[in-house]
């Protein structure tokens, strides 16, 4: 079988061409593949399927097979395999998934994909619908017990939920240990990506993210986008204002316009194409 590794800012998948290519158990593959010692090595596997509502299909996979409904970093990438491999022939995609069709302006230079800019929808803010346990409509600047510990998080989704939290340095942090502990959280009952930002000005911040599934991530575009969206609501960041998301594997640009949709900017690479058994 096919593959082609690609990452945004870091966040690398294994790509798969639906159109030619068959995975009997997808879930399975995903674990097969996303293992750094007897795999290829990665945050998981998408597939780039044919659809009829869109130009194609994302079909997303975690590290630990569980199918995810969205990727930001990963929404690039298919619009940079799409165009790069002369499946779509033009700058403006629209990609289904699971959270709904994302559409994607590409930046080409010498005929490739080298930047794209999402739009990833607006961000779902009733605690119900995210989903978490929290009593009320939304869920900002709210007492989450840990331990024995009290942090205040605010919640969002962009297609997967996330909990934000403000730290004075996410250098230090020991996400090993205390990822696991957002993550399986009886609050959040489809489990939660976490976020451990540190504020450097209103059009600036540094983050760490735990992904449901598969950890330590070098970076989340859903991540970045709901952080943002969760720094304008704690009153750290402006909207419709250029926000630069910096992450362990690069940067992002994320904009929550005051039409209410976000916007997310950034690399798409290719890393290496080869073959591996099924």
């Known amino acids: 079988m096919k593959f082609t590794k690609m990452h945004g800012a870091g966040n690398d998948y294994i790509y798969v061409n639906g159109f030619e290519e068959t995975i009997k158990d997808r879930n399975a593959f995903s674990i097969k593949v996303s293992n750094r010692h007897f795999g290829i090595g990665s945050d998981g596997l998408i597939v780039v399927d044919p659809s009829k509502v869109a130009d194609c299909k994302m079909d997303m996979y975690n590290a630990d097979g569980s199918q995810g409904k969205m990727c930001g970093n990963g929404v690039r990438c298919v619009a940079k395999f ?93 996400l090993e240990k205390i990822g696991p502990d957002f993550e399986n959280h009886e609050m959040f009952p489809d489990r939660i990506n976490t976020e451990f930002i540190h504020i450097i000005s209103d059009t600036e911040f540094d983050m760490r993210v735990w992904e449901r599934g598969s950890g330590e991530t070098l970076a989340c575009g859903t991540g970045a986008c709901a952080a943002t969206v969760a ?43 080869g073959e591996i058994d099924e």
């Not at 009593?135 to 297609?159: H, N, P, R």
């Not at 909207?239 to 976000?262: A, E």
């Open 82 to 174: 799409v165009y790069d491999n002369g499946i779509v022939n033009k700058e403006d995609i629209a990609i289904e998934t699971l959270s709904g069709i994302k559409y994607i302006k590409v930046t080409v230079k010498d005929g490739k994909v080298v930047a794209a800019r999402v739009n990833m929808g607006k961000p779902i803010l009733k605690a119900d619908e995210i989903p978490t346990k929290f009593e009320g409509e939304t869920v900002v600047s709210q007492k989450l017990s840990i331990g024995e510990k009290d942090y205040d998080v605010t919640c969002v989704s962009m297609g997967n939920p996330h909990c934000i939290l403000y730290v004075d340095d996410v250098k230090t942090l020991d």
């Open 231 to 273: 720094s304008v609501l704690n009153g750290y960041c402006k909207r419709n204002t250029d926000i630069k998301v910096n992450l362990i594997g690069g940067t992002l640009t994320v904009n929550w316009t005051d039409g209410g949709d976000v916007y997310m900017t950034g690399p798409a690479e290719t890393v290496c194409t």
